[in-house]
């Protein structure tokens, strides 16, 4: 089986099939595709490439509401678009069946998917669904299983929510696999990708590509919690744009970044080992202090932290391992 990595970037489109090229290497690893608007040769170029692809199946935004009967028949739908476009059926790669209408908590929602996951595994197929947070509780609790869980995380709906940290109102909530970000402010570069959204993973999870890429084995938590905070990094200018280098001499430290008087509105990225991550830790406004709490892999005992504005900044250690 091949499994989407935690805290990567993915796109979702209707039917503007960017070019795979460069969708890769902006850095995405993965792409939901809606089912009826499959392109084969397209799928072919992007899995070559690396890439992950994650079905969808979707007749309309709010077939679920309309209950069982359409359940069942979503479900042999999906299962026929899935045959035709090629996708094994040896239970490795899940389908997303879509729950996206104005009315999260239809009581219709537990017996379409009721209806629709048995008929989808007895084909081979792993289960999916999108939708709300109280839909799918409903569905939990009426003994549906899901594989995968896709929700959108949309930034406008409240207020100025971070994209990258869950939505905990309304009708989503942190149950998910992974998000759809909603937000064009995103650190992600979609320019030229014409009219896509873009996700982030949340966890991993299983997907259509091919290389093997296994589940990732949990590995026991090493970290050391410290009774009182060490203060790593006094109070210190960081001009906008420069990376500021702090030893820390530890494989991976948690730490509380406070964010002082800053210039302009921004944000700020921590990071150790590989390249500056595409998304923040903390955004901020004009003025005032600002804190966030992070864990870093850190890059031979080296912390990385750089703003997009000049602002000062303290470090607290608060765990290390």
């Keep these: ?104 908590d239809a009581i219709n929602h537990p017996g379409y998917f009721a209806a629709a996951e048995p008929i989808v595994r007895s084909h081979g197929y792993l289960f999916g669904g999108y939708g709300g947070k109280n839909s799918f509780n409903s569905c939990i609790a009426a003994g549906v299983t899901f594989d995968v869980i896709w929700q959108t995380n949309a930034y406008g709906w409240f207020g100025g929510r971070h994209p990258d940290r869950h939505a905990t109102q309304g009708g989503h909530g942190d149950i998910n696999w992974w998000n759809r970000i909603m937000y064009t402010g995103t650190k992600f570069d979609v320019s030229g990708m014409g009219n896509i959204d873009t996700n982030r993973s949340n966890k991993s999870f299983p997907a259509w590509g091919k290389a093997q890429t296994p589940a990732p084995v949990p590995l026991e938590d090493s970290m050391i919690t410290l009774d009182i905070p060490l203060r790593v990094l006094g109070q210190t200018l960081l001009p906008a744009g420069t990376v500021h280098e702090l030893p820390i001499y530890a494989n991976e430290a948690e730490v509380v970044i406070h964010v002082v008087n800053p210039g302009l509105p921004g944000w700020l990225v921590a990071w150790g080992v590989n390249p500056m991550p595409p998304i923040s830790n903390i955004d901020f406004p004009e003025g005032g202090a600002h804190t966030c709490t992070t864990r870093v892999k850190l890059d031979h005992g080296i912390m990385r932290i750089r703003s997009t504005v000049d602002c000062a900044i303290i470090v607290d250690l608060i765990g290390a391992g």
């Design 1 to 104: 089986m091949n499994y989407v990595p935690a805290d990567v970037y993915g796109i979702d489109f209707l039917s503007s099939y960017p070019d795979p090229q460069l969708i890769w290497d902006r850095g995405t690893k993965f792409v939901a595709i809606y089912l009826k608007n499959w392109n084969k040769s397209w799928v072919a170029r992007y899995m070559d490439l690396g890439g992950l692809v994650i079905p969808i199946m979707e007749v309309t935004a709010d077939q679920a509401a309309l209950g069982p009967k359409q359940g069942i028949k979503d479900a042999l739908r999906g299962v026929q678009q899935a045959q035709d476009a090629e996708i094994p059926s040896d239970n490795s790669v899940p389908i997303i069946y879509t729950q996206d209408s104005s009315n999260w």
